[in-house]
């Protein structure tokens, strides 16, 4: 099984050098669903969507991503007072921490861990 599953991560790497993110993927922590209590669905409810765009999106070293509502409006087809709403949910319930750049919104995802190769 985890030959298959190195063989279909290498088919689908993207080259360093591309801009294309239609075929990213990133990691999801098990917990973030998987938890008879629902501590997340309940915490996060729909801003889920947004903590997904996040993490696709972010740094992978890091856990960071420079971004304007009005850009993740537009990427995802949802409104941006939705998308400001659901960063405020993000950032009181401690998934993200926020800091306004002038230009745009430096956003961090708390408790990030990079991506490592093995």
């Known amino acids: 099984m985890t030959e298959l599953i190195a063989s279909i991560l290498k088919q689908h790497q993207l080259p360093h050098h591309s801009k294309s993110h239609a075929f990213w993927w ?3 922590w098990r917990g973030l669903v998987v ?7 309940k915490a996060m409810g729909s801003a ?3 903590y997904l765009y996040l993490i696709i999106h972010a740094d992978r070293k890091r856990g960071t991503l420079f971004r304007i509502t009005k850009t993740i409006a537009e990427d995802t ?3 941006a007072r939705t998308i400001q709403l659901w960063l405020k949910t993000l950032r009181e319930n401690g998934y ?3 800091e306004r750049t002038g230009r745009s919104l430096q956003i961090k995802i708390t408790k990030w861990r990079p991506i490592s190769k093995r």
């Open 35 to 41: 938890s008879k209590n629902a501590q997340h669905y």
């Open 77 to 79: 087809g949802i409104p």
């Open 96 to 98: 993200i921490q926020t």
């Open 48 to 50: 889920l969507w947004l």
């Open 26 to 28: 990133g990691y999801v």
